[in-house]
């Protein structure tokens, strides 16, 4: 059988992300990919990938996998969570398993993933990338019209997703240090294209008053609550096309932010557009999160936007060898209690 | 104040944000808006601008998507500059489609209420509705959903009150001076008039969404059986329908 992850229990909500799918939206077809481009490329390096490759995308609740190869490398990075390998034995013993770091598992070891906290996100990537086929140019999953990822859907229990190498490279583990994911402390936005359809005072509230994440808020659009920006000349445009990052402001007044699986065209103004550099930090946000606003001009934006490309590109040259022996065994666990960046939390099951 | 004079052929330049640039003509739903808008988008396709990722035409603007790594904004502006000379002001002749429409209560569900509200009878709506081409104006909102306008007149109604839940794909539905065609079954609050058995997105075709802005279409009454052995033959992946050239 070839080599697979096989979902034992799926979480909430689980996708296959990439980069996503670009050349598509002019016949009404979304970008989709990772809400959190920065930490998809630091799981996918730490894996040994290329930073776009496809992984998993985890919301609120991590699942269960169990590795149905020889072996497989993988790396996990983003909101923070426990996560946990469960290897059976004469005894099933468990590990605990550092965020950025890779480390290797074994056939019929138990990838085991809890509940996020800090961050809405978290990333799983497997070396080598999983073997599924791109659908328009991307593995991306969007859900909403079953294209990309796995059939188009959510992971379920059962699944099985294949991956592209059977068994690890025989490497050193890699480690990063720390990887900056703290939200900035004012969101920077370009004003536009419609904040003409605004008054004075709805662009001083968007740009001074504070906004609170919703939990009405998905892959498609981050809805936001907060004072209601009033708009000066009705609410309805002939539809335009839609920006990544951009605030769309509907009759009731509260802006809703479009993040990755956003509708291509839409037919409210939208008061003004977070900027690219910024849009990571932005879909890392969860529920309940605080929003502030402050409006930048393009060529400030731009020049952000380079520097964390520059940030990114150094993320490669930040990789870390994993001191000492590379695979775990068990005997080392016994005098070390800390192997490869994994920690023998909970000892002997 | 004729049609004329509130479609500048000079556009404002609207950032969307620092990796989307819209290039917009006009704020109205015009058959001159719309051929600008795909003129320019033809235009830059055919300038390979690098950086420029993809464009997205709409009814009265056109989105440039590009990478702000590649191109600044001011550059991209300084690249479509000259592709703004002399834009075409009437839609240039696209793919011609017909396609097949049931026009029956069971499937045209808001035929009866189009017909009490326009204070014609049914058949006059089908009437005004078919037979004639309508122009693609923008895909968007959906995988496949195609905006069409030249709608009649006498057939112009906002939309209903209450959206539906559910509106299968296939389904042709007009609000205010346009047509729609559902592509794939989705929430909806259009007055649907019929359906198409033509699959407008399936991911199974080398293209996926069938229309594009910028073809034409025709609507072809058929009746509830011929439409349901259609239906059959689509499900079946048996169904094709080709484009011919636009009529003059």
Known sequence: MSAALRFLTPGLLTTLQDQGRFGYQHLGIPVSGALDPVSLSA???????????????????GPTLAVEADSVRIACAGASAAIEILTAGEAVRTRRLAMLRSARLERGDVLRIGALSGGSVLYVAAEGGFDVPPVLGSRSTFVRAGIGGVDGRALKAGDRLPLCRSSASERGELMLDELELAPPPRFRIILGPQDDYFGAEAIALLTQASFRVTAASDRMGMRLDGPRLKHSKGYNIVSDGIAPGTLQVPGNGLPIVLLADRQTTGGYPKIATVISADLPALGRLTPGAEVRFSPIDIEAAEALRRQLAAEMAALARRMLSVPGEVRIDPAALETSNLVSGMIDALGEG | LTAADHIPHRPRYLAAGDTALVVEFGDAVDPELSALVLSLARRIEQAAIVGVVETVPTFRSLMVHYDPLQIANAELKRRIEPLLANLETSASKGRHWRLPVCYDASVGLDLADVAQRTGLSVAQVVERHSGTPFQVYMVGFLPGFAYLGGLPGELELPRRANPRLKVEAGSIAIAMAMTVIYSI?????????????????????????????GDQITFVPVSLREYERLALQARAGELSVTPGLAPA
Do not use: M
């Open chain 2, 185 to 213: 079954e989705s929430p909806g609050g259009w007055n649907i008039l019929g359906r198409t058995p033509v699959k407008l997105w399936d991911l199974n075709r080398p293209q996926a969404a069938l229309i594009g802005a």
């Open chain 1, 43 to 61: 799981a996918n390096l730490l894996a040994g990938n290329a930073p776009a490759t496809a992984a998993l995308e985890i919301a609120y609740q």
